[in-house]
């Protein structure tokens, strides 16, 4: 377990440069699980640390496999100082424990939600993960273990989550990229669905 989280940070490390704060998270019956924070010029990244260090597990499997499985951390990149967007610390580890929690496996196109603001003020309870291999590559782990993926997580407003749940994610995804979206604005308001 310490060994993979050992080279996904160094992974997010190469990626994204030298976190300039860290915070950790442990719910009961859970691994830690950390939320380090990059700042790129105006833009904040999160990525999460610890979500990888177990496979997650088919929940219609009677016994999880220690070893094979897939892993992943979550990436969120929101646009710095218009919202109090270090308060989604708890929330994205939260969203990170799901897998452990819940017994799901989180991968694109799937949507999360917190059941409250994923920072104070915030349009967005939910998101939705998108594909990895953008931000971050893949991380390649010895045979037998499935890579680690980084999987970048776009926020959505409630009826953005209604509509994605009709549509499918890749019409919403579709919605946002016609319409010019700014998904990394906190503030942002609902795209049009009309």
Do not use: C
């Given at each position: 377990?310490?060994?993979?989280?050992?080279?996904?940070?160094?992974?997010?490390?190469?990626?994204?440069?030298?976190?300039?704060?860290?915070?950790?998270?442990?719910?009961?019956?859970?691994?830690?699980?950390?939320?380090?924070?990059?700042?790129?010029?105006?833009?904040?990244?999160?990525?999460?640390l610890g979500m990888s260090?177990?496979?997650?597990?088919?929940?219609?499997?009677?016994?999880?496999?220690?070893?094979?499985?897939?892993?992943?951390?979550?990436?969120?990149?929101?646009?710095?100082?218009?919202?109090?967007?270090?308060?989604?610390?708890?929330?994205?580890?939260?969203?990170?424990?799901?897998?452990?929690?819940?017994?799901?496996?989180?991968?694109?196109?799937?949507?999360?939600?917190?059941?409250?603001?994923?920072?104070?003020?915030?349009?967005?309870?939910?998101?939705?993960?998108?594909?990895?291999?953008?931000?971050?590559?893949?991380?390649?782990?010895?045979?037998?273990?499935?890579?680690?993926?980084?999987?970048?997580?776009?926020?959505?407003?409630?009826?953005?989550?209604?509509?994605?749940?009709?549509?499918?994610?890749?019409?919403?995804?579709?919605?946002w990229l016609i319409q010019?979206?700014?998904?990394?604005?906190?503030?942002?308001?609902?795209?049009?669905?009309?």
């Amino acid at each position: 377990m310490g060994e993979v989280l050992a080279l996904v940070e160094t992974r997010l490390r190469t990626a994204l440069g030298e976190p300039d704060a860290r915070a950790a998270v442990t719910f009961l019956g859970t691994d830690r699980i950390e939320v380090l924070r990059f700042m790129d010029g105006d833009l904040v990244r999160y990525a999460t640390l610890g979500m990888s260090a177990q496979p997650m597990a088919d929940p219609t499997s009677a016994l999880a496999d220690p070893v094979k499985g897939p892993r992943a951390e979550l990436v969120l990149t929101v646009r710095g100082g218009l919202a109090e967007t270090d308060k989604v610390l708890r929330p994205l580890a939260v969203l990170a424990a799901t897998p452990q929690v819940e017994g799901v496996v989180v991968a694109p196109g799937a949507s999360l939600d917190v059941g409250e603001p994923l920072w104070p003020g915030a349009p967005f309870s939910s998101v939705l993960v998108a594909e990895s291999g953008g931000l971050v590559e893949d991380l390649e782990l010895d045979h037998p273990m499935d890579p680690v993926r980084f999987l970048p997580l776009l926020p959505m407003t409630a009826n953005e989550a209604a509509w994605k749940r009709v549509h499918g994610a890749q019409a919403l995804e579709e919605r946002w990229l016609i319409q010019g979206t700014d998904l990394r604005d906190p503030l942002r308001r609902s795209v049009n669905l009309d």
